[in-house]
């Protein structure tokens, strides 16, 4: 497993991206400060995610949504109290699982 620390990055709190010799694709792990107030507004705005298919989902007991955008690419997310939010995407890159 390598992980990439984005340590150049100045827009996120945390930037991490997530890849595997062993398997295609990768996973990015950030967090920075919401456009929005909540989660359902967040999948309701957003463009990447707001026409795909949505779970509701719990993280850490915070309400989250997982979308599923297409050819196996999902993301998950949600907003914290203090307005952060913390988004997994999760891009296989021709491994639809």
């Not at 996973?27 to 795909?52: F, M, P």
């Amino acid at each position: 497993m390598k992980i990439d620390t984005h340590p150049n990055d100045e827009s996120n709190y945390s930037f991490l991206t997530l890849t595997s010799p062993e398997r295609k694709g990768k996973i990015d792990i950030y967090c920075n400060d919401a456009a929005y107030k909540t989660v359902e507004e967040w999948l309701a705005k957003e463009s990447l995610v707001k026409q795909g298919n949505f779970l509701d989902t719990k993280i850490a007991s915070i309400s989250g949504k997982r979308v599923a955008i297409g050819n196996g690419r999902e993301l998950t997310a949600f907003i914290d109290w203090d307005e952060v939010i913390y988004v997994i995407d999760k891009q296989p890159e021709g491994e639809v699982e």
